[in-house]
């Protein structure tokens, strides 16, 4: 049996689970996710969504759904206002979308009602003899026509639909650019897709005498706490957090999704509140940002870069959410990892009414690596140099400046291009082209920063046994965040890692954590444990001299740390010394002055850490059908200091297969506004079929005592779309600039090149 079974009654302490050796209960089926997590006598609740992209709410009947069979509640937008009042609409950087749909509905799939019952099933049933009275209006979904005048307005605080803009300057691009021996303009499109993640979201909620209980499969419990706090009018101490194992997050489950609709329903009914949806579903609450990027190029007669000017538009769905922050974040990593003194790039969102959008793994980096790495492919292309041999001359590398203007240190990048094109072979030949089918490479890189400021603390436990367990808000979500972090407390403590256990987050118990995202747990939540555990170490220490009267670190029995005295281990000293227990606590927090960029020209010192990938491929494409198949993938990162290499190295092959799905078949698709694709039937992802015959990676690492480790979580997956249409122009003189590379959009591209066109 897997999960938690039911949950009846809060413990006083947080549950923890030994991480070592449950990679047989992943296996087996066994290993509880969130949506595993029961609570007793939780009632069920479905959403009755909106069948159009944009309409006038004008009334919603609910009468049949409440006398269907074990109905408690059916709770419509106005309900939740009556009881929200300005709560009703939330949102991190502009409060716009409403917990329920009230006056207008902006996306088809937006929840307008709620439908409680006793069992899934019977709520499911019910919900369907809801009946909305819509008035369509016209809708736009495309992030362009959504500036063009005329076009509908989804939100009348802000003309264009904007939803955030910035820039990036740089020197002067437009003078430099004017003086460049080459020049090269193209636009690249990427579209709107799914997370995917295989575990759906899920939420529980539950009220007792004023507090608010909630269980639920999110990458950023506090984010959650603080903004159901704000929704229902209470302080953040008064709402408590579970998040659970999950199953896959991908960015789809950084901010409130489900909670606040499972909350209202357990308010309004009294009872705890079960939300679990359905696959259809879960394409209808969570996207990634479609994008067009145009990128224009500058270069001298040996091929160095001189200038780049980039226009960015992102399409943000119904509502803002995390879109106009991040979109500032994609705009500075859109010049790429090269050296070039002049930058110009205007960045800006777009509401639409689309699926509200959120980070997709490399938040806002894929869009815009597509765009610059095939830009600089087709630069190559006109130049006549080498596409590797172009990168090389212009990669960053120690004491370059960067477009933020900041000078950059610790870059690997001319080690991570020479290990990709040896690892594909990139000055070997190819396979002779066979049956129409034509084999080419490709190659690209990324540069990515992390989310910045932030913070983490962490405490590191020692019960009156001498059992040690980590407690942090890190949530674990199968990039095995929790093997990482215990095995970091434990080489503090010189301690076996099998002996060390991780809490299950819960904000009642677990520090504060900004977020589980951006690749920054092991370097910011990773320091906060090691300095946790170097605190507990002293206190034990202490602890060792009473009971010894010698002074300095003890021998742990187990070996690892050496000191003074007889060796003893922890459980001797905590029952010898009957103490209780002894916690350590250790705090990460960005350094002063990161972050904090200039409003007009976005210089300063964007991250406190650049994650640096790149890959190559080699690609088999047949040119009768247009299909394009990854044969061999090399990819390479730098880790700085590296935990555990077994599990970067999966990190980094796995990121490759996951940028698979986006470089050739992931694309969610709109007709009429609604949702066209919106199940794994109609909508394609990589399996076992897709992976590369050979599938290889490399790591760079930084041994020196004081090096930091490196996010490692999302290297390879930007890279790897332009990586693909690198390669498949290599094999076929047909350039695609929209992803993804499906066949028949490699067939049109092939056409054009034999026409002689450039245009497709």
């Known amino acids: 049996m897997n999960g938690f079974g039911d949950t009846a009654a809060r413990h006083d302490g ?16 066994t290993f509880p996710f969130a949506v595993d997590r029961g609570v007793e006598g939780a ?40 009881l929200l009042g300005d709560g009703l609409f939330h949102g991190e950087n502009r409060a716009d979308q409403p917990v329920l749909a009230v006056d207008r509905v902006r996306y088809a799939g937006e929840p307008m009602a709620l439908v409680v019952a006793g069992t899934r099933a019977l709520a499911e049933s019910a919900a369907r003899e809801v009946d909305a009275d819509i008035e369509e209006l016209d809708h736009v979904v495309d992030q362009d026509e959504a500036a063009e005048p005329g076009a509908p307005l989804l939100h009348d605080a802000w003309p264009l639909n904007d939803c955030g803009s910035y820039d990036l ?10 003086g460049a021996a080459h020049v090269h303009t193209r636009t690249y499109r990427s579209p709107t897709a799914s997370h995917a993640a295989l575990e759906p979201h899920v939420a529980t909620a539950r009220w007792s005498g004023g507090n608010l209980d909630v269980w639920t499969g999110t990458q950023a419990p506090y984010v959650v706490r603080d903004r159901l706090a704000g929704i229902f ?57 479609a994008a067009t990027v145009t990128v224009t190029t500058g270069a001298d007669e040996d091929g160095r870069l001189v200038a780049r000017i980039i226009d960015i538009v992102y399409n943000a769905g119904a509502y803002a959410l995390t879109t106009p922050r991040s979109i500032r974040s994609g705009m500075i990593r859109s010049p790429g990892p090269y050296h070039i003194p002049n930058v110009l790039v205007h960045a800006v969102g777009r509401y639409t009414n689309t699926v509200p959008t959120g980070p997709f793994r490399g938040a806002m980096t894929g869009q815009v690596c597509w765009a610059g790495e095939s830009a600089l492919d087709e630069l190559a292309q006109e130049i006549g140099i080498d596409p590797c041999e172009l990168r090389r001359r212009n990669v960053l590398r120690d004491g370059d400046r960067f477009a933020t203007g900041e000078a950059m240190h610790d870059m690997r ?89 991780a809490t299950v987050v819960d904000t009642a118990h677990t520090p504060f954590d900004t977020v589980t995202s951006s690749s920054r747990t092991t370097l910011a939540m990773g320091l906060a444990v090691e300095a946790a555990a170097r605190d507990l170490r002293a206190r034990i220490d202490e602890a060792y001299a009473e009971l010894t009267g010698l002074k300095g670190p003890f021998t742990h ?16 000293i905590m029952l010898k010394s009957r103490l209780p227990g002894l916690t350590g606590h250790g705090e990460y927090r960005t350094p002063k002055g990161y972050g904090v960029l200039d409003p007009v020209t976005s210089q300063g010192l964007h991250t406190v850490s650049w994650h640096q990938g790149a890959v190559g491929v080699e690609v088999a494409v047949d040119t009768r059908t247009g299909r394009v198949r990854v044969v ?81 979580g999302e290297n390879t997956v930007p ?35 034999r026409e002689g066109s450039n245009d497709q």
């Open 14 to 29: 947080p549950e923890e689970r030994r991480v070592a050796g449950d990679a047989v209960d992943r296996v087996r089926g």
């Open 43 to 82: 009632a069920h609740v479905c959403a009755v969504r909106s069948p159009v992209a944009h309409g006038r709410l004008l009334g919603i009947d609910t009468a049949d759904a409440l006398d269907a069979p074990g109905v408690l509640a059916v709770i419509t937008g106005e309900d939740a206002r009556a």
């Open 169 to 178: 300057v740089l020197g002067d691009a437009r003078t430099a650019m004017a």
């Open 233 to 289: 009018g209470t302080e953040p101490g008064r709402v408590r957090i579970t998040a659970d194992n999950i199953g896959g997050g991908f960015g789809s489950k950084l901010d409130i999704r489900l909670e606040a609709m499972a909350a209202l329903a357990a308010r309004i009914t009294g009872r705890a509140a079960r939300m679990e949806i359905r696959r259809d579903e879960v394409f209808a609450t969570a996207a990634k940002h």
């Open 413 to 501: 990048y001319t080690d991570l291009l020479e290990a990709v094109a040896t690892g594909i072979g990139w000055d070997t030949p190819l396979p002779p082209e066979r049956d129409g089918v034509a084999h080419g490479r490709g190659i690209a890189l990324v540069i990515k920063s992390t989310r910045t400021p932030s913070r983490s603390e962490a405490d590191v436990v020692v019960d009156g046994e001498g059992r040690v367990a980590i407690r942090t808000s890190s949530v674990e979500m199968g990039q095995g965040a929790h093997f990482t972090l215990t095995e970091m407390a434990a080489r503090v403590l010189g301690m076996d890692p099998a002996e060390v256990a």
């Open 557 to 572: 029995r187990a070996g690892g740390v050496e000191g003074v005295g007889p060796a003893m281990t922890y459980a001797e």
């Open 632 to 712: 061999r993938a090399h990819g390479a990162s730098f880790a700085g200091r590296a935990i555990d290499a077994e599990r970067i190295r999966k990190q980094t092959e796995g990121g490759m297969i996951f940028g698979m799905g986006q470089a050739l078949m992931e694309e969610v698709v709109f007709d009429g506004g609604e949702l066209a694709n919106g199940n794994f039937s109609d909508y394609q992802l990589p399996s076992i079929l897709d992976t590369p015959t050979a599938l290889t990676s490399t790591l760079f690492t930084d041994d020196a005592p004081d090096a930091t480790p490196h996010g490692v």
């Open 719 to 753: 890279p790897m779309a332009p990586a693909v249409a690198g390669a498949v122009y290599a094999a076929t003189g047909a350039r695609v600039r929209e992803l993804p590379l499906t066949g028949e959009r490699v067939l049109r591209a092939l056409a054009a090149a």
